[in-house]
Each structure stands twice: as C-alpha cells, then as structure tokens.
C-alpha cells in the first residue's frame, strides 16, 4: 500500500528565506507526483506535477525535484514570502490504471513579515 | 481555467438530518469525480470515486449507503450525509478529473464543504 510522508509537519520561517519541503513515498511504481497549496478553509491549488520519468519542474519561485527510485520529492521555495503561508500537500498517482491520488498529511508553512 | 464550484462552502445541521454537498464543472465536462474528507492534521482520505451515469465506486471503510453519490451528468456530482452525526463533521472537498489531451490527466479541487453536525 502506498504511503505519503511529509517532513516537517509545519514550519515557520522569516520572510526572504529559501527553504525546502520534503515528501516521501513507499512505493516507487508512480506515474507522477505534484505538489498542492491549500489555503485554510479551502480547496487545493496545484502548483507543480512532475510525471515519473521527470526530475524536476520550475514555476517562478517553486521549484520540485523527483528521484523515484528513492521515493523523494522536494519543493524548494525561494525568497519566501508572506503570501506563501499555506499547507502544502504532496501527492502520487500510483501506477496500475487509476486515477487517484495519495496524500501526505502537508506541511504547514508559515513565512513571517 | 477549469473550475469547479462546491456549494455550501459551510452547513450546520442536527443530528438525524441529511445535508447534499454538490459539485459542478463549470467549463468542462468531469469524467470522473473524486470525494475527499479531510480531518484536522490528517491527509485527504478518498471516500469514493464516481464516474458519470454509474454507480460509485467506495472506498474500504467507507459506508455507501451513509455517503450517497450521484453523478448524473458529466458536470454535476452531488454526495448526500445521510442521517448525519457529529462523528460526519468534517471537510469534504470534490476533486474533478478529465482527460485533457496528449494522455495527461488533470483535477481540479472544489473549495471544500465544512460540515458541523451538532
């Protein structure tokens, strides 16, 4: 059965920091992961999806690395800002047919002005 | 973009009654629609995947005459809490998938329900 694991569960950081999430999973059999914002009380925001045969993909200040053989994701953020403070949810779509997704719990990141 | 409208953002019922979230594709058509619960500090449990004019399809744990789907067109999902009870209190957001060419498959999330049933 997958699993998703995100480390650390939340984070606080001053503004203009880079910093990095990381994501985790047990089973590399994916065919892609992405990287999802979450705003409290509200829905998800895709930010980032990198298919498996991928290593990496950029949007402005995000970048997102992939090593499916070693079930690691990373998002790296840089010259964070205030408006950045969300959840962030790391998610794969496990190979075999389907589509759905499995979620890690998110890291909570809170960039301080 | 695509969107997907989730309606009502937020409900308080009593316990006993049945609450109807529904999902609507605003400008495509969703081939499949995926229900979501979310507790506080927990991942986004899948309760069920609907695909239009079928039944749903339930995942294990979760009870299909509880959490009623339908799906009767490729724009509208709707999930029913019936007989609802405080342990139903939670976020459930609809997630829609759809093909959109090149074989690359995309979901676009609804904006989430919170349910309080006291």
């Known amino acids: 059965k997958q699993e998703v694991t995100q480390i650390p569960a939340a984070l606080s950081v001053p503004e203009g920091e880079n910093l990095v999430l990381n994501c985790s999973f047990t089973d590399s059999a994916i065919y892609n992961l992405q990287w999802f914002r979450q705003d409290p009380g509200k829905g998800l925001t895709s930010l980032l999806l990198?298919?498996?045969?991928?290593r990496e993909q950029t949007s402005g200040r995000l970048n997102a690395s992939l090593d499916k053989s070693s079930g690691r994701s990373t998002l790296y953020i840089a010259a964070s800002q205030p408006g950045d403070s969300a959840t962030y949810l790391c998610a794969v779509r496990p190979q075999g047919g389907s589509e759905k997704l499995v979620f890690g719990k998110g890291t909570k990141l809170t960039v301080n002005p | 973009g695509a969107v997907v409208s989730q309606h009502p953002s937020r409900v308080i019922c009593k316990s006993g009654t049945s609450v109807k979230i529904e999902c609507r594709s605003l400008d495509f058509q969703a081939t499949t629609m995926f229900w979501y619960r979310q507790f506080p500090k927990k991942s986004l449990m899948l309760m069920a995947t609907?695909?239009?004019?079928?039944?749903?399809?339930?995942e294990q744990g979760v009870e299909k005459d509880k959490f009623l789907i339908n799906h009767a067109s490729l724009t509208l999902s709707t999930l029913t809490v019936t007989s609802a009870h405080p342990e139903d209190s939670s976020f459930y957001i609809c997630?829609?998938?759809?093909?959109?060419?090149?074989?690359?498959?995309?979901?676009?999330f609804g904006s989430g329900t919170r349910l309080t049933v006291v």
């Open positions: 609907s695909n239009e004019g079928s039944k749903a399809t339930y």
């Open positions: 990198i298919q498996s045969s991928q």
């Open positions: 997630s829609a998938g759809t093909y959109r060419g090149f074989g690359d498959y995309g979901y676009t």
